[in-house]
């Protein structure tokens, strides 16, 4: 079955550590997204990318970044420059061409907890 | 700039009673899209329904209702006969669509509770 697959769904680091979530599709979606979400909170992207090789900055993109090597990959490095980096990360991805469904799919999420 | 307002926090009904979520959005886009999403306690996000902005119909499916208003930018989502099983919370959100990158903007959700 098509989907996406976030990993892992618990993850505990350090304070001052980079931590990567990853994020695979095989939906052959081109676009794909990133999400956090803090308890009680509505969703605030954090990156996009439309194609391979190419990706933008969400509303909160500091503190974090992203590669898009792969149409079916998109991780998401949280780097120790972000200051409050637990919460709740979603990976999602849709399909934009018009005319499609352009439902987005997501992950089941990362739960982070920084300590 | 987009924007999503979900005015309602939480809400709290007793089973069987009909529910309104309310949804309003801002864009400058003609061409836009509107989705309404649910999270249950799991946390993944469950696809409800997309309307593009030129398809102002409403629309059901089962005890689901959704009310699509551009006067408004309004895109409410209505409950039938609500079930304990409905407790959860639900996203609108507004996608613009243009050639290149588009951005997805959800609202802060909305929070619902079904009472036995």
């Known amino acids: 079955d098509g989907g996406i697959t976030q990993s892992p769904k618990y993850l505990f680091r350090k304070e001052g550590q980079n931590v990567t979530l990853s994020c695979e599709q095989n939906?052959?979606?081109?676009?794909m997204y990133w999400y956090r979400q803090d308890p009680g909170q509505g969703l605030r992207l954090i990156y996009y990318s439309q194609i391979v090789n190419d990706f933008q900055k969400g509303d909160i993109a500091e503190g974090y970044s992203v590669s898009r090597e792969k149409k079916e990959s998109f991780p998401l490095t949280v780097t120790s420059a972000q200051k409050n980096p637990t919460a709740f990360y979603l990976c999602?991805?849709?399909?934009?061409?018009?005319?499609?469904?352009?439902?987005?799919?997501f992950g089941q999420g990362t739960r982070l907890t920084v300590v | 700039a987009q924007k999503v307002t979900q005015a309602q926090t939480e809400i709290s009904v007793v089973e069987k009673e009909d529910v309104t979520l309310d949804c309003v959005y801002e864009t400058r886009d003609t061409t836009y899209y509107l989705f309404w999403y649910k999270q249950p306690p799991s946390g993944e996000l469950v696809f409800l329904i997309r309307r593009n902005s030129f398809d102002e119909q409403n629309e059901i499916s089962g005890r689901y209702s959704w009310n699509f208003q551009k006067s408004t930018s309004s895109f409410n989502f209505t409950i039938t006969a609500s079930q304990v099983v409905d407790s959860a919370v639900y996203f609108c959100a507004l996608s613009e669509w243009r050639s290149s990158a588009s951005k997805i903007i959800f609202g802060s959700g909305t929070r619902l509770s079904i009472r036995p």
């Open positions: 999602a991805s849709i399909d934009p061409r018009p005319g499609e469904k352009q439902e987005a799919f």
């Open positions: 939906l052959n979606h081109d676009a």
